[in-house]
């Protein structure tokens, strides 16, 4: 395989610093801090957004003292729990107490890597993309079970053993849909996904091709975020918090910030692979070939794309937050049942489903 | 290889020239892979290194602020709605919880090894595909014995 030194340029030149294209490391922080502080926004704004969607679901006025309409609520939680103290129970295992929580947010941030917001506009255009999120996704169980074993509690380690129990019951069916995906898109690059669902329009979607999917997925990574109906871990009847017992200050603000981050991710995910990704699905005849300034067209597809594609996610984070404050919480034992009797022989049969229509297509 | 040098000295000289003239462009190829594989990982690198400066920045801020808990040691004993901590949290836990990750460990390279063969589908045909079927069969039946034989049950 020969490569070009032009191709090598192409994927380089990520956003428009023309400068430092010999050194590659420098290239990429920019992009990433950028990163970063686009997830933070996103993160306030959905817990604003969930505590405004909950207080009208349950006919109450949300927060409303905070910022204008409640929007620095988020920011005022977080200063808070900044401030407070940090308590290290007693005859817990400080190290692993500490680094928990740690581990779980360092997984689901890593996920942000592969999604992309536009053609050129992903961090790392790997060619095992969804590959990298699933196998980084299985991460987090861990840090899960560091913060309930060490936290020298009963219902700590109870909710830490259950909450792993459920992470890794819902990957299988996870990993197998989005399996199905890559059959159909030839790729496992979220790029190519994305690309493949653009060719007509609308009816592109991978949503038409895998009904099945999107529901399933919707479910799994419900299951995976642990929240309701999935919400067993933070049963304040059975398990004070589980797993987040002992924590208080940043630690639990962590804990927090992983519930929406993987919300976050999820519904990207969900975007990028059943929905769409950054193409407009309206069929319209590119209009932009009219304009023959090409580095403003760069600009407004891009910003298009990131419009796009979060259009698509907030989609989303609406269903789930409105499935959060609507169904009530299953039990454990229904939990499992679900995920490795229901959930698992239905997505072995959808691949084969899709392998069939591939070969016939072949 | 080895028996044309003697025979055709025309052959040898050609391939001792395109070997040169293939290396030459192979040492080109393998600097621009190499170009090619760091700047798809140098993200990777770098964001690894980045966030758990995140994650762990936030744990010593607290430092300057916070009272000391020394005054109280109840404040650290382990939380069971306001009586004091009975027995030790470590010692028993419900046998039940364990076989879900041994179940778990099957599948889970079961869908990874079936990731390379989902790409390339044109590529394999379907030789490829029946014979990745059968693999799934093989596990699919050990689902079944574990189903049946009550792993999964009164969890």
């Given at each position: 395989m020969i490569i070009d030194s032009v191709e090598v340029e192409t994927i380089n030149?990520?956003?428009?610093?023309?400068?430092?294209?010999?050194?590659?490391?420098?290239?990429s922080i920019l992009p990433i801090l950028t990163l970063l502080l686009g997830i933070t926004i996103e993160v306030l704004v959905i817990v604003w957004l969930e505590r405004e969607i909950s207080a009208s679901i349950q006919q109450r006025i949300g927060p409303e003292y905070a910022g204008p309409l409640g929007l620095l609520q988020a920011i005022a939680d977080g200063t808070k729990l900044l401030l407070k103290e940090d308590i290290l129970p007693s005859r817990g295992d400080i190290s692993l107490f500490s680094i928990g929580p740690s581990i779980a947010v360092i997984s689901v941030l890593l996920s942000?890597?592969?999604?992309?917001?536009?053609y050129h506009f992903v961090l790392a255009d790997l060619s095992i993309g969804v590959f990298l999120w699933i196998a980084i996704s299985s991460i987090a169980p861990i840090g899960l079970l560091m913060a309930g074993y060490s936290s020298n509690n009963k219902y700590s380690f109870s909710g830490g053993l259950r909450a792993a129990a459920q992470s890794i019951s819902y990957e299988i069916p996870l990993t197998f849909f989005v399996l199905a995906i890559s059959l159909l898109s030839n790729s496992s690059s979220t790029v190519d996904i994305v690309e493949a669902q653009?060719?007509?329009?609308?009816?592109?979607?991978n949503i038409w091709r895998q009904p099945i999917g999107f529901l399933v997925f919707l479910i799994s990574s419900l299951a995976e975020c642990e929240r309701l109906p999935f919400d067993l871990l933070e049963a304040e009847e059975e398990l004070v918090a589980g797993y987040q017992t002992e924590y208080s200050g940043i630690k639990y603000g962590l804990f927090y910030l992983v519930s929406y981050l993987n919300l976050l991710v999820s519904s990207l995910f969900v975007t990028v692979l059943y929905?769409?990704?950054?193409?407009?699905?309206?069929?319209?005849?590119?209009?932009?070939?009219?304009?023959?300034?090409n580095k403003a067209v760069g600009i407004l597809e891009m910003t298009m794309g990131i419009f796009i594609t979060l259009t698509k996610a907030y989609l989303f984070l609406f269903i789930s937050i409105t499935i959060r404050w609507t169904l009530p919480r299953m039990r454990m034992d229904q939990l499992l049942n679900l995920g490795w009797k229901f959930l698992l022989p239905i997505s072995l049969g959808n691949l084969l489903l899709t392998t069939s229509s591939q070969l016939v297509s072949l | 290889m080895k028996s044309f040098n003697g025979s055709n000295p025309h052959l040898s000289i050609f391939f001792s020239v395109c070997r040169s003239a293939s290396k030459e462009r192979r040492e080109e190829s393998e600097r621009t892979k190499w170009a090619l594989v760091m700047s798809e990982f140098a993200p990777i690198c770098i964001y690894l290194v980045i966030s758990p400066l995140v994650s762990l920045i936030p744990l010593g801020v607290p430092f300057p602020f916070a009272s000391n808990s020394s005054t109280y040691p109840e404040k650290l004993s382990a939380y069971e709605c306001g009586s004091d901590p009975s027995g030790d949290a470590r010692s028993r836990f419900d046998i039940r919880f364990y076989p879900v990750p041994i179940l778990f460990i099957i599948p889970d390279p079961e869908v990874t090894f079936s990731f390379p063969w989902a790409v390339p589908p044109n590529k394999i045909d379907l030789f490829g595909s029946w014979s990745m079927m059968a693999f799934l069969l093989i596990l699919t039946i050990g689902s079944l014995y574990e189903w049946k034989r009550g792993a999964l049950d009164r969890e």
């Amino acid at each position: 395989m020969i490569i070009d030194s032009v191709e090598v340029e192409t994927i380089n030149s990520f956003s428009k610093l023309e400068l430092l294209k010999e050194v590659y490391g420098l290239i990429s922080i920019l992009p990433i801090l950028t990163l970063l502080l686009g997830i933070t926004i996103e993160v306030l704004v959905i817990v604003w957004l969930e505590r405004e969607i909950s207080a009208s679901i349950q006919q109450r006025i949300g927060p409303e003292y905070a910022g204008p309409l409640g929007l620095l609520q988020a920011i005022a939680d977080g200063t808070k729990l900044l401030l407070k103290e940090d308590i290290l129970p007693s005859r817990g295992d400080i190290s692993l107490f500490s680094i928990g929580p740690s581990i779980a947010v360092i997984s689901v941030l890593l996920s942000f890597l592969v999604i992309p917001l536009g053609y050129h506009f992903v961090l790392a255009d790997l060619s095992i993309g969804v590959f990298l999120w699933i196998a980084i996704s299985s991460i987090a169980p861990i840090g899960l079970l560091m913060a309930g074993y060490s936290s020298n509690n009963k219902y700590s380690f109870s909710g830490g053993l259950r909450a792993a129990a459920q992470s890794i019951s819902y990957e299988i069916p996870l990993t197998f849909f989005v399996l199905a995906i890559s059959l159909l898109s030839n790729s496992s690059s979220t790029v190519d996904i994305v690309e493949a669902q653009s060719k007509y329009g609308f009816f592109g979607w991978n949503i038409w091709r895998q009904p099945i999917g999107f529901l399933v997925f919707l479910i799994s990574s419900l299951a995976e975020c642990e929240r309701l109906p999935f919400d067993l871990l933070e049963a304040e009847e059975e398990l004070v918090a589980g797993y987040q017992t002992e924590y208080s200050g940043i630690k639990y603000g962590l804990f927090y910030l992983v519930s929406y981050l993987n919300l976050l991710v999820s519904s990207l995910f969900v975007t990028v692979l059943y929905l769409g990704g950054w193409n407009l699905s309206i069929p319209y005849i590119s209009f932009f070939d009219f304009f023959q300034m090409n580095k403003a067209v760069g600009i407004l597809e891009m910003t298009m794309g990131i419009f796009i594609t979060l259009t698509k996610a907030y989609l989303f984070l609406f269903i789930s937050i409105t499935i959060r404050w609507t169904l009530p919480r299953m039990r454990m034992d229904q939990l499992l049942n679900l995920g490795w009797k229901f959930l698992l022989p239905i997505s072995l049969g959808n691949l084969l489903l899709t392998t069939s229509s591939q070969l016939v297509s072949l | 290889m080895k028996s044309f040098n003697g025979s055709n000295p025309h052959l040898s000289i050609f391939f001792s020239v395109c070997r040169s003239a293939s290396k030459e462009r192979r040492e080109e190829s393998e600097r621009t892979k190499w170009a090619l594989v760091m700047s798809e990982f140098a993200p990777i690198c770098i964001y690894l290194v980045i966030s758990p400066l995140v994650s762990l920045i936030p744990l010593g801020v607290p430092f300057p602020f916070a009272s000391n808990s020394s005054t109280y040691p109840e404040k650290l004993s382990a939380y069971e709605c306001g009586s004091d901590p009975s027995g030790d949290a470590r010692s028993r836990f419900d046998i039940r919880f364990y076989p879900v990750p041994i179940l778990f460990i099957i599948p889970d390279p079961e869908v990874t090894f079936s990731f390379p063969w989902a790409v390339p589908p044109n590529k394999i045909d379907l030789f490829g595909s029946w014979s990745m079927m059968a693999f799934l069969l093989i596990l699919t039946i050990g689902s079944l014995y574990e189903w049946k034989r009550g792993a999964l049950d009164r969890e």
